[in-house]
T-cell receptor, first 113, second 111 residues
Framework: DSGVTQTPKHLITATGQRVTLRCSPRSGDLSVYWYQQSLDQGLQFLIQYYNGEERAKGNILERFSAQQFPDLHSELNLSSLELGDSALYFC????????????FGPGTRLTVL | AQSVTQPDIHITVSEGASLELRCNYSYGATPYLFWYVQSPGQGLQLLLKYFSGDTLVQGIKGFEAEFKRSQSSFNLRKPSVHWSDAAEYFCVSGGYNKLIFGAGTRLAVHP
């Protein structure tokens, strides 16, 4: 158990819908990262927040957004969902802003029908 | 651009045999390197990491990896594989604040 929690574990929804994925980092960690794991793209970095502020962006679609709240939990919002958005979404956390290991949550499996 | 290559998509070994998973990285400076393992239906667990210093690093579950700058490699090894080691293994490069994952090597273990 890494100490990072993600909810829900599974999510099934329809195309065009909007969903919110939630992540709570390890106690004491200020950085939260979101990754997407799909069969065709592998594991890709989406976005990072550090102490409430966006720090880095990766291959994140404009339909996706994220935020980190004062209690340091983070939410990833996915809108206008398409079939291709079906994937496993991981949250990770770390103490520092950069150059450090990241601890991963169990993931949220999103299925878009 | 920073990248990580794992040349072997699938590897099958017998239980008790030795294991080496290959990894090559592409990065201008000395990278931060990691190996993560993902068991079926599970999240990602950190096996070991290399930031600097001793080029042979020890990890959990009896794994070790060796950083070789001249070969741009960071291969993962285990002297004797257990059936519970069957999983997918990711070599990962850390460039400042994001992780770059290799495509992964799926390990199967025969009894």
């Amino acid at each position: 158990d890494s100490g990072v929690t993600q909810t829900p574990k599974h999510l099934i929804t329809a195309t065009g819908q909007r969903v919110t994925l939630r992540c709570s980092p390890r106690s004491g960690d200020l950085s939260v990262y979101w990754y997407q794991q799909s069969l065709d793209q592998g594991l890709q970095f989406l976005i990072q927040y550090y102490n409430g502020e966006e720090r880095a962006k990766g291959n994140i679609l404009e339909r996706f957004s994220a935020q980190q709240f004062p209690d340091l939990h983070s939410e990833l919002n996915l809108s206008s969902l398409e079939l291709g958005d079906s994937a496993l979404y991981f949250c990770a956390s770390s103490v520092a802003q950069a150059n450090t290991e990241q601890f991963f949550g169990p993931g949220t499996r999103l299925t878009v029908l | 651009a920073q990248s990580v290559t794992q040349p072997d998509i699938h590897i099958t070994v017998s239980e008790g045999a030795s294991l080496e998973l290959r990894c090559n990285y592409s990065y201008g400076a000395t990278p931060y390197l990691f190996w993560y393992v993902q068991s079926p239906g599970q999240g990602l667990q950190l096996l070991l990491k290399y930031f600097s210093g001793d080029t042979l690093v020890q990890g959990i579950k009896g794994f070790e990896a060796e950083f070789k700058r001249s070969q741009s490699s960071f291969n993962l090894r285990k002297p004797s594989v257990h059936w519970s080691d069957a999983a997918e293994y990711f070599c990962v490069s850390g460039g400042y604040n994001k992780l770059i994952f290799g495509a992964g090597t799926r390990l199967a273990v025969h009894p």
